[in-house]
């Protein structure tokens, strides 16, 4: 599982950091070289309530790096931003 989650850390003050989101994208199966992979948005500071949901089908593992993952992941589960 990756776990993407976004922090707000202000300035100077690492203890008051809080999270903004999360994001949890699962490896479904697939080959070697193409991977499928559930997508779950999580409510701000929640591990189990899920806000959206999406999937990423047919991925080229080792084609690209891990942000083209995550881009095509938020594109799965906000398909109405373009």
Not at 37 to 57: D, I
Request: glycine share 8%.
């Amino acid at each position: 599982m990756i776990v993407v989650k976004i922090e707000l850390w202000p300035m100077g003050i690492k203890s008051r950091k809080r999270e903004l989101g999360r994001m949890l994208i699962d490896n479904q199966g697939g080959s070697a070289k193409r991977g499928d992979y559930r997508v779950r948005v999580l409510r701000k500071g929640s591990e189990t309530k899920v806000l959206r949901e999406g999937e990423v089908n047919n991925y080229p593992r080792e084609s690209y790096t891990i942000w083209r993952l995550i881009c095509r992941a938020l594109k799965s589960t906000f398909p109405e931003e373009k």
